[in-house]
């Protein structure tokens, strides 16, 4: 009798070991596909605004108040994917109180896998499109332009070189410009 039941004993382990391990299997593979599988949208930023002093020209008159002005801004594109996100190229545009006064291009690149992508891009602005009834001879004679910047990026997270999953990233951020210091001196992104 205790040879059978030493065997029983045996065999019983043996499916307990194998049960053990397929639900440990189980567990990881769940870890596996929650954790790292989970595609997020990736941020897009202004992190930098240098002002090219010697483009910027302002004409503050009450009569035809203008302003020229060529920015080196840097967008930052942080990836938070266990795979890199490829993105295509595109437009950001500066506006001014909704009107539109420049744009730049945002050249198709990668951003590797948990990692920040920084790419310079040079916007030149104009107050060609503003119309006259607008508050900027009031803000040039304060010294103080804000603008708003946009863009949109259309690109794929590529996970494994398997997975390829579609994610669009927006970048909106407000710059404060100190015409007479010639810095600026607020930049705020949501």
Known sequence: MTGTDDSHRKRNRCLLCI????????VIIVLFVVFVLRVKTPKVRLDSVAINSNTLVINSSSSSPSFKVQFT?????????FGHYKFESSKATFSYEGTEVGEG????????????????VLVSL?????????????DLSSGNLTFTAYAKLDGKVHLLNIIKKKKSADMNCTVNLDTKAKTVHVLTCK
């Open 73 to 81: 801004t840097v967008v930052a594109v942080k990836n938070n994917n």
């Open 19 to 26: 049960a053990a391990g397929i639900i440990v299997q189980t």
């Open 126 to 138: 104009s107050s060609n499109k503003i119309s006259s009834h607008s508050q900027l001879s009031s």
């Open 105 to 120: 291009t945002i050249d198709k690149e990668k951003a590797k896998a948990k990692k920040t992508k920084r790419i310079d």
